[in-house]
């Protein structure tokens, strides 16, 4: 499948790997939650890069000690309305993750403005919208509403511009 960074399409060098099954000796490799719970001690001595599969299910708080050694999760939308990544997404931000967040299953360009602003860097697309599309997406939007960690580029949040012109504000007497 396709993977969108940086609006340029670049190749997906990550061996997925399942919950049971061998590991490859060599690469960067993709593992679920339980596999990293239940394999933690072989996974963090491994030379090469580590990357989570979270389900919608899987709580971002219990990953506090495992995020130092993570250099990629991914956090799928099962459906256009299901938002729990974008909470999770939002929470691993806040807890401190800077590797990459990838956006895996119904990844619509409607919702990659809104992916980027809460920490998604990397979004795996299909053949259904051609990239020129996923680059007009992802410049249709300059304005953000939430303000703080996510900011990119000139993105600006609605706020601030609206009030660009306001005099400070200043208490009022009380009326009474």
């Known amino acids: 499948m396709p993977l969108l960074k940086n609006n340029v399409l670049v190749p997906d060098t990550w061996i997925n790997v399942e919950a049971e099954g061998e590991l490859p000796a060599t690469g960067d490799v993709i593992v679920p939650f339980a596999r990293l719970l239940k394999d933690w001690g072989e996974l963090s001595k491994r030379k090469t890069r580590l990357g989570l599969r979270l389900s919608n299910t899987d709580r971002p708080e219990a990953l506090g000690t495992f995020l130092p050694g993570l250099s990629l999760i991914v956090l799928p939308f099962p459906a256009f309305n299901d938002g729990r990544a974008y909470s999770i997404a939002r929470a691993l931000r806040e807890m401190g993750y800077?590797?990459?967040?990838?956006?895996?299953?119904?990844v619509l360009p409607d919702q990659l403005q809104f992916m980027l602003q809460v920490g998604f860097d990397a979004f795996e697309?299909?053949?259904?919208?051609?990239?020129?599309?996923?680059?007009?997406?992802?410049?249709?939007?300059?304005?953000?509403y939430q303000r703080g960690l996510f900011r990119r580029g000139s993105e600006a949040e609605i706020w601030t511009e609206r009030h660009t012109d306001a005099e400070p504000w200043l208490e009022q007497p009380h009326a009474g």
Do not use: C, D, K, Y
């Open 98 to 106: 800077r590797g990459e967040l990838r956006a895996t299953g119904n």
């Open 125 to 144: 697309i299909g053949e259904r919208f051609p990239l020129e599309v996923w680059q007009q997406s992802s410049r249709q939007m300059s304005l953000a």
